[in-house]
């Protein structure tokens, strides 16, 4: 079955260091994908996403993502987090052809002061 | 802010009772999707809606309709509900058909008691 997986229910890292998210799916072909971040109440707001070409990619806040074929993962990094990335985050795909976009669990990132 | 708008923001109902939600997309965006987010099933696609017709349905109950207006605003439509009816219940939106990147509202949440 079509799966995205993200392994870390639950991450904390300090204010300051460096953080990634890890992502995986299980799809025949290479689909789109994207990386979202919900805070708090809040709706999801695009980070990133990967359509071809380049296979890191950079997105918003200072988040970039890289694209690994023979990993099937696409994980996310920050160099330094800040107090304000603390947030659930959340690893889309979609598959070439279809329309819906098909979600991971999603990580909790806790930052320590 | 994402453009996408949702209402109302919380509703609280009673089990057996129907509810509407409203999703209003960017402006110019034909397509909108609803997903829901649940504690047990996470990020799931219901369906999607291009410019006033029905294009692909996800884990959709029955018991749960959608319809997309000619000013395309859309509505979700939940009866007979459940206990396990009760989730954030998210809109999203694509420019112009396109179907790279979804923008979400900032959803409504659904208390069933």
């Known amino acids: 079955a079509q799966s995205v997986t993200q392994p870390d229910i639950h991450i904390t890292v300090s204010e300051g260091a460096s953080l990634e998210l890890r992502c995986n799916y299980s799809y025949g072909a290479t689909p789109y994908l994207f990386w979202y971040v919900q805070s708090p109440g809040q709706g999801l707001q695009l980070l990133l996403k990967y359509f071809s070409g380049d296979t890191l990619v950079q997105g918003i806040k200072g988040f970039e993502a890289e694209f690994k074929r023979s990993q099937s993962s696409f994980n996310l990094r920050k160099p330094s987090v800040h107090w304000s990335d603390a947030a659930e985050y959340f690893c889309?795909?979609?598959?070439?052809?279809?329309?819906?976009?098909?979600f991971g669990q999603g990580t909790r990132l806790t930052i320590n002061p | 802010d994402s453009g996408v708008t949702q209402t109302p923001k919380h509703l609280i109902t009673a089990t057996g009772q129907r509810v509407t939600l409203r999703c209003s997309p960017r402006s110019g965006d034909l397509s909108v999707y609803w997903y829901q987010q649940s504690l047990d099933q996470g990020l799931q696609f219901l369906i999607q809606?291009?410019?006033?017709?029905?294009?692909a349905k996800g884990n959709i109950l029955e018991r749960f309709s959608a319809q997309q207006f000619p000013d395309l605003h859309s509505e979700l439509n939940l009866s007979s509900l459940e206990l396990g009816d009760s989730a954030l219940y998210f809109c999203?939106?694509?420019?112009?058909?396109?179907?790279?990147?979804?923008?979400f509202g900032p959803g409504t949440r659904l208390t069933v008691l």
């Open positions: 889309a795909v979609r598959i070439q052809g279809a329309q819906k976009l098909v």
């Open positions: 999203a939106s694509n420019p112009l058909g396109r179907m790279d990147t979804q923008y």
């Open positions: 809606y291009y410019n006033g017709e029905e294009r």
